[in-house]
């Protein structure tokens, strides 16, 4: 598993409900039963475990799993290495275990602030194999060069001869490649929670010692509801940043008789962050487009409709930007059709297809495109991919088989491409290969006109930030749901989608907190 994708789904568990104070609780439970197995198959008799710990949750799980060893008897010793605890959830199982004074269990914690601290700690001292040492020092990300304490406690792990186990993930080891830039731990055992993280299970076996995956209770919900975790998928902006840095995008779209569809998915790109938003529109639309908004950039295209004349112009556009979005408010035309056909085979840069392009796009051309988003309503989903007149997109039910057998139908029709496709709904189904989600953010008031053109917008946006198609595709449904819902609170069913639109970014800014 993805370490993002993991904690992902540790926050989407707090709108379940499940909050990760309880997933903590549960991690440190599961380490513990897990080190007492490895100790009692390991040794013959009872011997100390020593707990390293740092900063993070990994710290964390290993001060839950302290009461519970404590309670089977075991002598803990605790071997911070940081008083700077980042994780709230580790400081408050740091504090259950201060709390316990005066003391009755055999539990010790030393702070390990100086190399001297660490070098007379009792695991460098002796060299004899009566320990279990539990590595929880270090979790997600490690790149470069390790602070000099942490690189130190490391080496003496590695030098005891007691039984080693990680949490999650060694201690210095590149948790999504495998790759060691400095040091790790070389335990006997890690202990992944939930599932094995990537690089640990492409890693060496003898990097990782025996894989545990340990049950925590975390639902099928949490991995598969879009939710506030989501926006960890967001990028941090460089502060350093230039104009253009964080996302180029271009709409195509635009009719005599459609002006403010490609006018509300450019907004709806800016409001999601892309820093420069062009439109490329016939002239009556373009027109119209200016007026709305001197925000969007906007390519004034000769003629009443959209057409192959347009190709070259539309095509050195593209070069200039991250992704393109095709589509909104177009209209029905032959030399439109022809248009965007030519446009999905030259463009390569990541594709949005929504409104009139999808009943206008040959599906043939664009099925081996992974780069490519759909957000297709039940009907424009049905006769894209020419499919059942019966077809209903019904997951709004508790019952399993109906959910399930719901779902494979439309992954099934949705597999004849490569790309990621939005079936828009009550719940919004993303589909991508065997992968979905669900989104249930957003409220009946988003029937009215223009609100896909939002999504549609923010969806493109994400993509040129540099988000994949599957994951700008969830966040967007996510998003524009929530938008949808802020605008619901102020005007009720009355609101319109450029009431929707203004709402983006505070949502986006909320979720980012």
């Not at 590695?158 to 335990?187: C, F, H, Q, R, Y």
């Not at 006018?263 to 373009?286: H, Q, T």
């Not at 099934?412 to 189904?429: A, E, M, N, P, W």
């Amino acid at each position: 598993m993805h370490p993002i994708d993991m904690m992902v789904t540790d926050y989407n568990c707090e709108y379940l409900g499940l909050s990760r104070l309880c997933l903590m609780e549960s991690a440190g439970k599961s380490l513990a039963e897990e080190v007492g197995k490895i100790a009692v198959y390991t040794f013959a008799k009872p011997v100390k475990v020593v707990i390293f710990t740092g900063s993070g949750g990994n710290g964390g799980d290993g001060f839950v799993a302290a009461r519970y060893l404590l309670n089977r008897g075991y002598d803990v010793d605790i071997y911070m290495l940081k008083e700077n605890i980042r994780s709230d959830d580790a400081k408050t199982n740091l504090e259950i275990l201060e709390n316990m004074k005066p003391r009755l269990s055999r539990l010790n914690i030393y702070n390990l602030r100086t190399l001297e601290d660490i070098n007379s700690c009792e695991v460098a001292q002796k060299r004899d194999s009566e320990f279990v040492i539990v590595d929880g020092l270090l979790g997600t990300g490690i790149k470069g060069k390790l602070q000099t304490n942490i690189k130190r406690a490391i080496e003496i792990i590695n030098e005891s001869k007691g039984v080693t186990i990680s949490v999650d993930v060694p201690s210095g080891m590149d948790p999504l490649t495998g790759e060691v830039s400095d040091l790790a731990v070389v335990p006997d055992y890690t202990i992944s929670f939930h599932k094995i993280k990537t690089g640990v299970r492409d890693a060496d076996e003898e990097l990782v010692g025996g894989l545990v995956t340990a049950d925590i209770g975390i639902p099928f919900e949490a991995e598969y509801f879009v939710n506030y975790g989501d926006f960890l998928r967001l990028k941090n902006r460089n502060p350093n940043s230039h104009k253009g840095n964080n996302g180029r995008l271009l709409v195509v779209g635009g009719s005599k008789d459609y002006s403010g569809a490609p006018a509300i998915a450019g907004m709806a790109a800016i409001g999601a962050g892309a820093d420069l938003v062009y439109v490329a529109s016939p002239e009556n639309a373009a027109d119209a487009i200016k007026s709305t908004s001197p925000d969007l950039i906007v390519k004034s295209l000769e003629g009443d409709k959209l057409s192959l004349n347009h190709l070259d112009e539309i095509l050195d556009l593209s070069e200039n930007v991250d992704a393109v979005l095709i589509g909104p408010g177009s209209g029905i035309d032959d030399e439109t059709s022809k248009l965007f056909n030519v446009l999905v085979t030259k463009i390569k840069k990541p594709i949005v297809l929504d409104a009139d392009s999808l009943k206008q796009v040959e599906l043939s051309l664009i099925k081996n495109r992974e780069d490519m988003i759909l957000t297709p309503h039940i009907f424009e989903f049905k006769s894209f991919f020419k499919t059942d007149d019966d077809l209903r997109l019904d997951i709004d039910s508790y019952d399993f088989s109906e959910v399930d057998e719901n779902i494979t139908l439309f992954q099934k029709i949705s597999r004849q491409i490569k790309g990621t496709v939005v079936v828009k709904g009550k719940y919004d189904l993303i589909l991508s290969g065997s992968k979905f989600k669900i989104n249930k953010s957003g409220n009946a008031g988003m029937t009215v006109g223009g609100t896909g053109d939002a999504l549609a917008g923010i969806s493109a946006s994400l993509l040129s930030q540099g988000l994949s198609s599957f994951d700008s595709a969830s966040l967007a449904t996510f998003i524009n749901g929530l938008a949808g819902d802020e605008a619901f609170d102020v005007k009720g069913n009355g609101f319109s989608a450029t009431d929707l639109v203004s709402y983006i970014g505070s949502v986006i800014k909320n979720g980012l907190c």
